[in-house]
């Protein structure tokens, strides 16, 4: 009934209060352009809003200069590459991020320019988009963020009551390789949980046949992967790959993992947005990596910090 009156309300504005309207509807409905707003929605903002924006993404992405920009564009479209935006800043809860990642951070989500053309310690050229790094093989951020995400999955398996340890003893692989974690309880079908993660670099050459296409399809094939070369432990474990990009796009079955875990911690802890915290927390562990990577292909320099910590001797 309320919609009604909306629609009722607007029609009368339309027909009485508001001149050149018939005109500017009938412009915005040529075919071809933008579809048509069906009359229950014509009331509502977003729903106008929602068309244009959808109409100015699709023609970025048909106008993309490069691949590496189609991928960029496809990726910022999937909700958790800004789950780092929608947290709250804070110190004290581990959530804000320092002038240089979120400089970094922006600048890869809007394909801006983030450092001046060098030569990478590799000795690699690196562009201005600095995306030598996020792939590079001395890569510095790469293992502090895959440290950081298999804690975050660890603490959270605590919270709902399944206790956890890192590099199981045990499950060893032939090549002894061994999972990042294991829980010691049963995750379900009577089966501990076992699970490995991995990051691969969405603008890497050898991924943009992947990530031009799809949004997280070089996590999804990662995880895929992952779940070949543990095959042999399926059989006593549930095993999960949780593959995340550097867009900060989950694959497949780490969307699936982490909302099964969020659902779990909502019911342990009565949060109802204790889910998104945690994507949160992944996608800000996934932006700290970045800056760590990008900012260690800059040659090595030293300072003056003997200085300024002069007085505290």
């Given at each position: 009934m309320e919609t009604l009156e909306k629609y009722i309300h607007l029609q009368v504005c339309i027909s009485v209060c508001i001149p050149l309207v018939s005109e500017c509807l009938q412009?915005?409905?040529?075919?071809?352009?933008?579809p048509p707003i069906g009359d229950a929605l014509l009331s509502l903002q977003c729903a106008w809003d929602f068309l244009l924006f959808e109409e100015t993404y699709n023609r970025l992405l048909e106008n993309s200069p490069t691949l590496v920009d189609r991928s960029r564009l496809l990726s910022v479209s999937s909700n958790s590459a800004g789950k780092w935006l929608e947290a709250l800043p804070s110190s004290n809860l581990g959530t804000s991020l320092d002038n240089q990642t979120l400089r970094i951070a922006t600048s890869l989500r809007l394909g801006s320019k983030i450092c001046e053309s060098h030569i990478c310690i590799c000795g690699s050229q690196v562009e201005e988009n600095g995306l030598h790094g996020l792939s590079c093989l001395k890569s510095a951020g790469r293992r502090s963020r895959l440290d950081a995400i298999n804690d975050l999955i660890k603490r959270s398996l605590v919270t709902p009551g399944y206790p956890s340890v890192l590099k199981p003893i045990g499950t060893c692989l032939e090549d002894g390789k061994r999972p990042d974690g294991m829980t010691m309880i049963?995750?379900?079908?009577?089966?501990?949980?076992?699970?490995?993660?991995?990051?691969?670099?969405?603008?890497?050459?050898?991924?943009?046949?992947?990530?031009?296409?799809n949004a997280g399809a070089a996590a999804s094939e990662a995880e895929v992967k992952k779940q070949n070369k543990y095959r042999s432990l399926s059989h006593d474990y549930i095993f999960v790959a949780v593959g995340v990009e550097t867009s900060g796009v989950l694959g497949?079955?780490?969307?699936?993992?982490?909302?099964d875990l969020g659902r779990k911690l909502i019911a342990a802890t009565g949060e109802p947005r204790s889910s998104s915290f945690l994507l949160q927390r992944i996608s800000i562990a996934i932006q700290r990596g970045n800056s760590a990577s990008i900012l260690a292909t800059h040659p090595k320099s030293r300072g003056l910090d003997e200085i300024f910590l002069s007085s505290f001797k």
């Open positions: 412009i915005w409905q040529t075919p071809g352009r933008i049963p995750w379900s079908k009577g089966k501990a949980l076992l699970w490995d993660a991995t990051c691969v670099d969405t603008f890497a050459s050898s991924h943009l046949n992947l990530s031009t296409v497949k079955q780490a969307a699936q993992f982490l909302k």
